[in-house]
């Protein structure tokens, strides 16, 4: 098989990185939850973790792993 190889350097790509175009979805991209989007499981998830994380930052004086004895 035969295909054509697209050669960039490294410049070119940090330069991409930081383009307006880069940073916002296209106007016409389908909402996919799961693919465009985050799919509704995945978010009630997200909201589970931070609250899991924040609460663990609350309690500064216990260590992470550490069992009780």
Do not use: H, W, Y
């Amino acid at each position: 098989l035969a295909g054509t190889r697209i050669i960039c350097d490294r410049k070119f790509l940090l330069e991409c990185k930081n383009s307006p175009a880069a940073r916002t979805p296209p106007c016409c991209l389908p909402q996919t939850p799961g693919v465009t989007s985050l799919a509704q499981s995945s978010l009630v998830k997200l909201e589970e973790l931070k609250e899991r994380n924040e609460s663990e930052e609350a309690m500064p004086g216990e260590q992470p792993g550490a069992v009780a004895p």
